[in-house]
C-alpha cells in the first residue's frame, strides 16, 4: 500500500525533474482499494511536467537575435532545427518524458557551445584592445624591469569589462613544497567561464636569501605576484620600457639630475655603484625615458 514514503519518494523526483523516475514510482506502488493516492501524484506529477514545459518554451531564444558588433547591430539566426524541434516536441502533450528530456538536454548544449563561442570572441577582442604595458618597478634581486600588478589592472580591467569579461581569483591547493597555489577563473556574461591555475614559490627571502617578511606577509606578496603573473598570461599582456610623452635618448634635465643626486645623498648611495648599477656612465647619461625608474631603484635599494 502506498505510505507517507511513498509520497515524499514521488515528490522528491518531481522536484529534481527526473519525470521518469516519479512515473516508474507511481505506476509500481499498489494504491490501497478504493483510494486516490494514484490520481493525487499523477496529477501533481502531469502539473510538474506541464510546467517544465512551458518553461523550456520560454528558455528558447528568438529565432532572430539582435546583436552588438563593432557598434552596430547584426541580426543572427540560431539552427532552426535544434530549436524548432524541441518547440514542436514541447507542445505535443503525446511526447514521452524521455524523449523530453533528451531535447531539453540538447538544448542546454547548444547553449553551452553559444557562451563558450561568446566567451572566445569576447577574449580575443579583449586581447586586440589591450596595448603592452610600461613598466613601473625594479626588481633589485633580478636587476629587471616589470610592470606592477596595479598597473597590469589600470590597462587590462576596463577594457576586459567592456567585453563583459571578469577574473576572480583564489588560494588553491599546492601540489610542491614552498609554493602557494592560485587559480584565476575568467568569466563571460554570457555564462561560460575557464579557471587557470599556477604554484609559485613562496616569497619570504631578501636579495641574499634571508628572511625579511612575516608569514603573512610573505602569502600577501606571493599571491601578488600569482595575480600578476596569471593576469599577463592569460591575456598576453606585454611589458615595455615607459616612453609615454619622453624621447627614448633624450638627456634628463638639469633639474631632473639634481633630483637624483639630493636622492642618492639623502640615501647615502655610491654613485659610481648606483651608475655600474643602472648600466650608465654617469648619472648625466641617464635618458628621460628611465628617469622614474631610476629614483624608484634608489628609493627601493636597501
Known sequence: MATRNDTIAVRKAIKAQDFRAAQNLIENTVDEPGGN??????????????????????????????VMENNHQVQITPPNNVLETIAK???????????????????????????????SEALAAAKAEIKPVAVNKRNLHTRSSYANLEAIDKEISPILAKHGLSLSFTPAMAQN???????????????YSEEHYAEIPIDGGGMKGNKNKTPTQAFGSTMSYGRRYLKCMIV?????DDTDGNIPGEPISDEQLKEIQDLLAERKKDVVKFCNYFKVESLKAITTDRFDLALETIRDAK
Open 177 to 191: 613544497d614552498g609554493h602557494y597555489g592560485i587559480k584565476c577563473t575568467v568569466r563571460h556574461i554570457a555564462g
Open 89 to 119: 516536441v514541447a507542445m505535443d502533450p503525446s511526447v514521452p518524458i524521455d524523449r523530453l528530456e533528451a531535447l531539453m538536454n540538447l538544448q542546454e548544449r547548444f547553449e553551452d557551445r553559444e557562451a563558450q563561442k561568446a566567451y
Open 37 to 66: 493516492w494514484h490520481h493525487r501524484m499523477q496529477k501533481e506529477l502531469d502539473e510538474a511536467f506541464a510546467y517544465a514545459k512551458r518553461k523550456a518554451m520560454q528558455a528558447l531564444p528568438p529565432k532572430n537575435v539582435m
Open 236 to 240: 598576453d599582456v606585454a611589458t615595455e
